[in-house]
């Protein structure tokens, strides 16, 4: 058996390279490492998992940011978080509001509404959403009032249509 596999990789050398394998993929960059949007996610991913960590002086994890675009026409950021607790934000928001703006400006996003989600019936945030609302969800989010207009949402920033 051994021998046929390497009779096969002899005639097929080309198949083998993992170079080979993978087209290149603008979404997700190429070898040489010029698509400077993942990259610069990558760089603002690790930056604001740092910060965040010297300010509430615990671990904590940002195992995923994402860029969305929905159908209805909202567009964002989500940061999947684990680490981070409802006490954090309450506490650290006065310094919590620059990092979440400065995230929103280096990957350029201008987001309507800025919020963290709550996992439901806890403390434990979620993630962290930036989000450019469209007409129709806009709505949906100026009705609500305070800080926490629903038991898994709070509000970072809101921006009021005029």
């Known amino acids: 058996m051994r ?9 097929h050398t080309g198949l083998f390279k993992w170079w080979n394998r993978t087209p290149d993929v603008s979404a997700m960059g190429n070898r040489d490492g010029e698509n400077m949007i993942l990259e610069d ?3 603002n ?13 615990r671990p904590v994890l940002l195992i995923e940011l994402d860029m ?3 159908p209805c026409g909202c567009s964002g950021i989500t940061a999947n978080m684990r680490g981070l607790e409802f006490d954090d934000l309450e506490v650290f928001e006065t310094q919590f509001l620059p990092l979440v703006k400065e995230m929103a400006e280096n990957l350029g ?3 309507t509404v800025t919020f963290a989600r709550l996992v439901p019936g ?7 959403n930036w989000r450019t609302l469209c007409p ?15 038991p898994d949402l709070y509000m970072l920033l809101f ?3 005029k």
């Open 3 to 11: 021998l046929l596999q390497d009779a096969y990789k002899e005639s």
């Open 41 to 43: 996610i990558l760089k």
């Open 45 to 57: 991913r690790a930056g604001f998992e740092e910060k965040i960590r010297k300010l509430i002086g």
């Open 68 to 70: 969305f675009a929905l």
């Open 109 to 111: 996003v201008k987001p």
């Open 122 to 128: 806890s403390s434990i945030v979620a993630s962290l």
């Open 136 to 150: 129709r969800c806009y709505p949906e989010f100026a009705r609500g009032t305070g800080k926490m207009p629903r």
């Open 159 to 161: 921006e009021r249509q």
